[in-house]
């Protein structure tokens, strides 16, 4: 039967089954076959609408409820976890203007940020020594380091044509594992319990968001805390106003990316920018940045510094693009201090999150 009524009208059963169908399908014309086809009711697309911006109010105050009362949706748990991780990172997509009807408005200027965080509840093994003092064979493959450089949002690691692999396409691991242990005990902490945050909020708006949620998580109280994040300024500009107590790290996929650029950048034949890469990014995996900014600075004063106006792909620029990213974020590059308690060198939970974050705000990864 088709239903036009009012969203208030409807039984709390169906408007669960609404609320629940729209968050899982890429519209409301989608959410309405949905459950056409499974709850064998016809609601109409218009009435899905109506619902979702009733309840989505409703749940919004519930998340920002003091845990103590009954409705709020996190509850307070017995004890702290043994690690506490928080990865944040931002997204864009595009919106329209309110009041402007269907579609998206305002050409290149329609994009806005968002912000997501993820709260993550793990184990971890502690150890003496650093557990992985070598890379993963991953970051060690062509055809896996291509891949990751090739999705980075980095002007200058994304600059240039893709690079050639190790002379004779040979490779120095066979099925790479990501961010897998070289051998021995797996180090690697283990997921207990995500919690994600998402919003179109601010910086400092989604900043007191996270804390309230890290609060009420009891994630100030664990044993070992983690913050990671890529080198965007309001990462760490909320890791210093809400998570002061706890280990900033940066993602190590993001340095990898533009080291991989800078080799490139300094050497023509392949192979060598290969060995160069490899050298730079095993350099940066163990902690010896300051032995890489030193090789880079000397490829500086060599190639000289780039021109006014000079494009991203120029090798200059690339260099002296990667030398401030690693000296800006040098203080939370200590890789074999994170990895002796256990905690995460890179954000592959919140990277894992970003495919279902798209489809349900976008429907699409073009764009």
């Known amino acids: 039967m088709a239903l036009g009524l009012d969203a208030r009208e409807l039984t709390p059963l169906l408007v669960r089954r609404v609320v629940v169908a729209a968050a899982e399908t890429r519209s409301f014309e989608r959410a309405e076959v949905v459950i056409r086809g499974v709850a064998d009711l016809r609601v109409l697309a218009k009435t899905v609408e109506r619902v979702v911006k009733d309840v989505g109010p409703e749940l919004a105050a519930r998340r920002d409820a003091d845990p103590r009362r009954g409705d709020a949706l996190a509850t307070r748990p017995e ?8 990865e944040c990172d931002g997204g864009r997509i595009r919106t329209r203007e309110p009041g ?3 579609g998206v408005h305002g050409g290149g200027e329609g994009w806005r940020e968002t912000k997501n965080a993820v709260f993550i509840r793990a184990t971890r093994v502690a150890s003496a020594d650093d557990p992985q003092p070598e890379p993963p064979a991953c970051f060690g493959d062509h055809d896996h380091v291509a891949k990751i450089v090739a999705t980075q949002a980095l002007s200058a690691a994304a600059a ?3 690079a050639a692999g190790p002379p004779g396409g040979s490779r120095p691991g066979d099925g790479p594992e990501a961010d897998g242990p070289a051998a021995g005990e797996d180090w690697r902490p283990e997921r207990l319990v995500r919690t994600v945050l998402s919003s179109m909020a601010d910086s400092k708006g989604f900043g007191r968001q996270m804390r309230r949620e890290a609060t009420r998580r009891r994630f ?3 044993k070992a805390k983690a913050f990671l994040g890529d080198g965007l300024p309001w990462n760490w500009t909320i890791h210093e106003e809400h998570f002061g107590g706890f280990t900033p790290i940066l993602d190590f996929i993001h340095p990898l990316s533009y080291l991989h650029a800078a080799a490139r950048a ?3 034949s392949p192979a060598n920018a290969w060995d160069q ?7 940066a995996w163990r902690g010896e940045v300051d032995q890489v900014l030193e090789e880079l600075r000397a490829w500086r004063a060599k190639l000289g510094e780039p021109a006014a106006g000079a494009p991203e792909a120029d090798p200059r620029k690339v260099v002296a693009t990667t030398i ?4 800006n974020n040098r203080g939370r590059m200590k890789y074999p201090e994170y990895r002796c308690p256990g905690m995460p060198v890179t954000t592959a939970w919140m990277e894992s999150l970003v495919k279902k974050m798209n489809y349900r705000v976008k429907g699409t990864e073009l764009f």
Not at 324 to 327: A, D, K, Q, S, V
């Open 220 to 222: 100030h109280e664990a």
């Open 277 to 283: 890469y490899l050298a730079w990014m095993g350099g």
């Open 324 to 327: 401030g990213y690693l000296e």
């Open 266 to 268: 300094v050497h023509e």
């Open 160 to 162: 240039g044509p893709p």
């Open 100 to 102: 402007h009807g269907p």
């Open 79 to 86: 004890a702290p976890p043994e690690l506490a991780v928080v």
